[in-house]
């Protein structure tokens, strides 16, 4: 009788006690599953658009170097697409003259890729006509381009684009 009335006295958890705290853990745990997958998905977001500005820099700065020591461009105006000659005293030029095409190429709708004579320099422009040449005025300027990319790797998220204008002046053109 001893052992039964012991028995009786022990308390345990009943079955809806442990229903309830295991909907509690799972409400948290939940929570903090949704969290982490959530800042996964924003780092690997800011990542990819780092590494299409970064590489958007990269081919202005190249772009830069080539166009700085160029004679002419074709054509002149706004455009996808621009034909750069470098004379033989150029470094890339190799000694010789030489022609090289840059331009804008449609990946998807909305997403375009700059290429220098069909190799990618950068993607995710959501711009195709990149590119706005300004001829020369004898004794007065030189000869600009105008390279216009607006970076966005979520074309419909229009907050997240990142614009990268710059004006490069070719130094071997006549005033």
Request: a positive charge.
């Amino acid at each position: 009788m001893r052992i039964l009335r012991r028995l009786r006295e022990q308390r345990g958890y009943t079955m809806l006690e442990l229903l309830i705290a295991m909907a509690i853990l799972g409400t948290i745990v939940g929570a903090i599953t949704t969290l982490f997958i959530q800042a996964s998905n924003a780092e690997f977001d800011m990542n990819r658009r780092f590494q299409a500005q970064q590489a958007a820099r990269v081919a202005i700065d190249r772009m830069r170097r080539e166009i700085h020591c160029a004679s002419a461009i074709t054509p002149t105006g706004a455009s996808s697409s621009i034909t750069v000659t470098l004379p033989a005293g150029c470094p890339t030029a190799g000694g010789v003259q030489t022609n090289i095409t840059y331009d804008t190429s449609l990946v998807s709708a909305g997403r375009y890729k700059l290429r220098r004579n069909s190799v990618m320099l950068a993607d995710y422009s959501t711009q195709q006509n990149a590119f706005s040449y300004t001829a020369p005025v004898t004794g007065v300027s030189l000869g600009k381009l105008t390279v216009t990319l607006p970076i966005n790797t979520k074309p419909s998220d229009t907050g997240k684009q990142w614009k990268l204008v710059a004006d490069i002046v070719l130094r071997n053109t006549s005033r």
